[in-house]
Structure formats: C-alpha cells, structure tokens
C-alpha cells in the first residue's frame, strides 16, 4: 500500500471510533497520523526498510502502536484491527460520515431512527422530508445535508493541489531517470497551481516516444492504463488520479509545454494575438501563415517572444489581466519561495502540534528562515489543547529563554487566539500585550448569517492587539465551504485598522484564496504566509502558499514575512502606538 492509501485507512479508523463515540483524543490521534502520511514526502516503504519500527517512529505522530499498525499494512496488505473494527458498526454508515455536513451522531440518528446507510438512501429520505422530522434536525438541516452531498460529489471530480503535486512529482521523478527522457515537466493546471486540479497533465521530450510510453504504462504507481499510443498515454495512478502523458519533440517541446499549460482562455486571447501579427500557434510552433515557416517552438520563451510579449509566469496565466499587462511590460515580479524570511503560523506540542518548540525552530533555521512565530491554540479550544493564561505566560518566558541561547534568530512569542461568537477574544488585552505576534481565528460558531460573521470578524480587528487574521473564510477545500463573511468588507476593516490578511499555506486550506488575495493587494493589505504547521514536516507546506500567493499577483513587497526580522517587529507593533 502506498502513502495515501494508508492514510486514508487510519482516517476511516477515526471515523469508525467516532461513530462509536470513542475518546476523542483517540479519534484526533489517528486522524493525525492520517495527516501526516498524507503530506509525508517519503515513502512509508522505504522509511521501513531503513530502519524497521524505529525508522516508523520517527515519523511525527506515530508511537510505537501506530508504528506496529503500519508494519502489519506494509507486510500483509491488511490491518486486523482496521478490519474487526469495521465490523462493529453497520456497513454504510461509515459512507454517510464522507459527507462534510454529517458526524458521527447525526449519522447514528440517521441509522437508528430511518434506517440510512447510503448516500443515495439519505437524499431520498430528505426529498421525503423525513430528515427534518428527526430531533434536533429542521429544513435547514436537510439543505445543509443535500450542500454537503453536492460538495462531495465536486471533490470526487477533483483533486486538491496539495494531492495532486506529490503524485506528479513522483511521476516525473520515475520519468526522468529514462535515458529517453531529455526534459519531464508538468503542464496543465497544476503547473498554474490552480487549487484543484481535474487531472494531471506531464510532458516529455524525447526522440524515442515508444520507449517513454512502454516505461510510463508500467510504473509501479499505476493502477490502470485507459489508453496507450505512440505519443500520448492516459492513465490512472493513486486516489483514482488520471494522468496524461505526451511526448514531443525537443524542437516543438517549449510550444507544447506553452499549450498544455493553459489556461484554455489564455491560450485563446494569445492566439487572437498570432493572428494580428499574421502567424499561427499551436502545440507543434509558432507559424507564418503565408509561409508556413517555424519561426518558434524549442522555448516557451521564444513562443511569447514572437509575440512581443515576456514569458508570462504559468500562475498568471488565466486570462485575468495577464496578456494586456505583459503588454504594457508590467507584469509583476512574482513572489518566490527563496524571499520568504519565516513562517508566521506555527504550532507545537504546547497544544496540539507534534513538536517543541526548538524542534520546530532547529527545522525553521534548516531552511534558512531568520525568524518563526509560535502561535499556539488560544483557551476556548480545548480539543486541540488551547492554553490557559497561565501556560500562556509560561510559554512567553520559555521563548525568552530560548532566544537568550541562539543567535541570529528570532523566535516570536504569538498566538492563534479564537474570535468568539461575540467578536471578543480568548485572553484580556493585558496577555495579549506581552506576545510579539497575535493571529486571530475562528474555529467555532461557523454557521452565522453574513452581516453577524462578519461583524464579529471586523470587531476582533478592531482590537489593536490583533495583527492577523488566520485562514480568513475558513474554508476547507472539498471538506467545507466558507463561512458567510462579506469578503470585501473584511478587506476594507483590514486595511483601515492595519490588520494584515493571512494566506494559510496548509493545502487544505489556501486561505485567502489567489484572488481574494489580489483583491486584498489592490485595497493596500499587507498579505502574510504561515503554514498552519502542526510538526517539522508541515514547514515544507509553505511552497503552497506562495503558489497561492503568486496566483495573487503577490510581489515581495505585499507579504508581511519577506521582511528582515526588524522591520517586521516594526510593521508588527504599528497598530498597537
Ligand atoms: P484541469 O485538468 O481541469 O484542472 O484543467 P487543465 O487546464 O489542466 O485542462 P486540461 O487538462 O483539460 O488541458 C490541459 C491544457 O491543454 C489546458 O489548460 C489548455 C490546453 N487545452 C486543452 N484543450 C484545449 C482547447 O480546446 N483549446 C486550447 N486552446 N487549449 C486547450
Ligand atoms: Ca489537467
Ligand atoms: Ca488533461
């Protein structure tokens, strides 16, 4: 079994413990490992064959229970746990748990009282109006319940990028170890890091097209071939993933990879452009037309050069504005990945992250960041171990500490306080004084009508105190809507009170989303990018975020976390004078 596969195994342990109302902690625990594995970059396989359980443990999450779980499903393919437990509650209730508006109680309500156990049984019931008649339940119960199925449904068609991107990676990686393979690349929506991505589209140069597709087919990651050809094979790998694979000639690679990077509206407005100028583009070049001369096609950039245009970055190619900027020559100077100075939103084992807080920072120091801030959960979340005044307190002094022994870097003594339904916030403004950094959030309460959200939001941004907003709509992608928040009326109260926006990098969420976040940049925000990371490994998640930033039109100048550590302090305390 690969990665995915066993992840999705200990998330639907979570859900069976669930439905059984089993000890929270428990269901959280396996859940986790599920997360981890899920974003883990290595093989499970391998990091079993280096060094057996002990190797397993040092996987964030995994103690020496899981560890043996995971040792029975690599060796026997199956978990005898997983599947006694399986048996203890009845088949398809654990179905009706995929849908994002139901838990685990309203499931049992669900079994005991009408007898459900499949999605298709649970519309009926509600197109019947029987679910409204159950206790507890109501009209709007049932639209949420039909809202949930709907969003079921868009997730099974796509996939989410933080899927998708380790799939083709390791794809390409197998492709690029072939002696017939001169360049491997991905094209398509992933390569503009769209937030989903509907399948996965690499392209190969090479003059041995055959022998590309014999090797491509017959990787171990593959579940099926739907079709092969000479020059392009479409296939379906893990997660029910399709993956496209052409081949093309070196002389043609630059235009091929310029056409199936899309987007389907970018490439058309470029080609209105071709048409002006008297030439023709395609997948193979670009043309003259009286001629049929090839005047272009090895590069990308020769593509756009052809056209009197700069290479146009894959993110911004949406057709958004892109064409008349490039144009004009104004094209912004996307953010990289190397300009980010630190991560701003960063958990650790004070609440309910896998890490210490040095662990965190050892890692930090690793990438190269000059700075991290510690923002632990805030009281109200008792599930995820929020923290009392008091072990607030303590952990500001235990950062003091910390920063007294290491040199040129600066660990930031934050916060992720929740908003509650009142817009006030977990901790009197006498504790939030003494932090460096304070993120504001909502965890709870998502269900307000639009004006009330976003009141309450507006209201927390009032308090000085607060220097972000983390994950501003709260969505998760596939798994829940936003709240209802006017997003351009939190725009405009964050910049009037100096409030900065976060981008939550964590692939789950992407919020602000690429354009909300353009919105924000163009109303004068100041944007930041913190990773959400719950152990070492989730560090790495803030490749996310930049791509999301990028799809923003997001320059250095926008994000709070490309500043050197002073300047930051600086912009950090602004509001509070
Ligand atoms: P996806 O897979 O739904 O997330 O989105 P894409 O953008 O990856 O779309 P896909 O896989 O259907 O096709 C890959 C690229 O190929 C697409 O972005 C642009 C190009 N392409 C596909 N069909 C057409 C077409 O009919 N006209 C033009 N101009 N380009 C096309
Ligand atoms: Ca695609
Ligand atoms: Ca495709």
Redesign the pocket.
Known sequence: MKNLEIADLFYNIAEILEIKEENPFRVRSYRKVGQVLETLTEDVFKIYERGCLAALQEIPGVGEAIARKIEEILKTGRLEYYEKLKTSVPPGLVALLSIPEIGPKTARLLYDRLKITSIEELEKAIKEHKVRELPGMGAKTEDNILRGIDLLRRRKE?LPLGVAQPIAQGIIEALKVLPEAEQVIY????R?M?E????I?ILVSSTKPEAVMDAFTTLPQITEVLSKGKTKSSVIAEKGTQI?VRVVEPQSFGAAIQ??????EH??KL?ELAIHKELKINEYGVFRVKTGEKIAGRTEEEVYSVLDLPWVPPELREDRGEIEAAKANRLPILIEISDIKGDLHVHTNWSDGTHTITEMVERAERKGYQYLAITDHSYSLRIAGGLSEERLKEQIREIGKLNEKIDKFEILSGIEVDIKRDGSLDYSDDLLKQLDIVIAAIHSGFKMDMEAMTLRIIKAMRNKYVNIIAHPTGRIIGERDPYQVDIEQQIMAAAETGTFLEINAFPDRLDLKDIHAQTAKEKGVLLCLGTDAHNIMHLDLMFYGVATARRGWLERKDLLNTLPVEKLMEKLRQKRS
Do not use: M, P, Q
């Open positions: 796509r094209a398509g929506s992933l503009r769209k989903t991505v509907g399948d589209d496209d056409y199936f990077t899309g987007s389907k490439n058309i080609r």
